[in-house]
């Protein structure tokens, strides 16, 4: 075999630039593994470059995909301790290894990290080429899907809440968009951590599956008093945390959530960059406004361990082949999911 089916794209716009194309079967350079991919989720990272990076060029064309699940089926010269045959999942961000973030283990602002799925072809194809200082023992008691389903989001999550906000037991987190794939684990992962959750979403069905992940309360955001009904649920304190996975059309309403003394952590922006930011208001009730960006290593190791053992579950809208990636696109961009969406392709 020399060939291999890819989803590409040649230049930056809609949905119909996406492409399913024969592509070269890439070969392991040394220190490489090449994945068969059985499994590789949707992100909006996905859909960001596909419609035009916001930091800086990326190469093209490209094959996006971050989320893989896959085996090993050929491994590059200088390589330990991994073999083909290994089922593996991917941590995807490359840092320098030598900048001082990197040498404090603060590698997420590492001003000179690369994102597999971004900067270099990703796993929405047959196969695709790895670090093998980036690979992950896929965790034995979930499948493909259920394990792509997981690397972004709740390294993410965990990430937001646990290093960067500090949760702590017994304080109170409003999570506002439940049904995406970061928000879906941070229900989760507050509730292991002790937290009571407030969550937010679109729909009764929609709010149903929020109780179910174990959010203690759930308000729909199209109601117009959806805040104070947060507020309320406090005993009118406010929360002590808001994750706020959005950007600019959820800020205000997400920093009105919050108690004296509350922080706020941000990871998104897809609804807009700019905000109309009321500066009295952060420093009248102390409140604090904290970015997070992706997650380590071990941070991720550590949310995958807790979902081998059941105490995390991945969240899954539904699963399509990557001949449909145009409609895993669609339902992305059109918040038709509660979860994750997932392209099975062995």
Not at 42 to 67: E, H, S, Y
Not at 111 to 132: F, N, V
Not at 292 to 302: D, M, V
Request: aromatic content about 4%; charged content about 20%; proline content about 5%.
């Amino acid at each position: 075999m020399s060939t291999m089916l890819a989803a590409r794209f040649h230049e930056h716009g809609e949905r119909d630039v996406l492409r399913l194309e024969q592509v070269p079967l890439p070969r392991p350079a040394a220190g490489e593994v090449r994945i068969k991919v059985h499994a590789c989720a949707l992100n909006w990272l996905d859909v960001g470059i596909r419609r035009g990076p916001q930091f800086g060029a990326v190469p093209l064309p490209l094959t996006t995909g971050v989320d893989i699940s896959g085996v090993i089926d050929a491994v590059g010269a200088g390589i330990s301790g991994w073999s083909a045959g290994a089922e593996v999942t991917l941590y995807s961000l490359i840092t320098c290894g030598e900048c001082e973030f990197c040498r404090a283990g603060d590698v997420t602002v590492c001003p000179q990290h690369q994102i597999i799925g971004e900067h270099s072809d990703g796993g929405l194809a047959e196969y695709m080429l790895a670090p093998a200082r980036n690979l992950i023992p896929k965790p034995a008691g979930l499948s493909h899907v259920e394990v792509a389903a997981l690397p972004v989001v709740a390294g993410t999550a965990w990430h937001m809440l646990i290093t960067v906000a500090r949760l702590s037991a017994g304080e109170t987190v409003f999570i506002p968009g439940a049904g995406g794939g970061v928000a879906s684990l941070g229900i989760q992962i507050a509730k292991f951590a002790g937290a009571r959750v407030i969550a937010s979403t679109s729909t009764a069905e929609k709010m149903t599956k929020a109780l179910e992940l174990g959010a203690d309360h759930v308000v729909n955001y199209r109601e117009p008093d959806w805040v104070e009904q947060v507020i309320a649920a406090t005993g009118g304190r406010g929360v002590d945390v808001a994750q706020d996975l959005v950007g600019a059309r959820t800020w205000a309403d997400s920093l009105r959530t919050l108690a004296r003394n509350g922080r706020m952590v941000v990871c998104g922006s897809h609804s807009g960059k700019q905000f109309d930011l009321r500066i009295p208001q952060i420093y009248h009730r102390q409140l604090s406004i904290l970015g997070a960006n992706g997650a380590s290593y071990n941070e991720l190791c550590q949310a995958l361990k807790l979902a081998n053992q059941g105490l995390l579950r991945p969240v899954i809208d539904r699963v399509l082949p990557l001949s449909q990636i145009r409609e895993g696109h669609r339902i992305l961009e059109e918040h038709d999911h509660f979860g994750k969406v997932v392209m099975q392709i062995a």
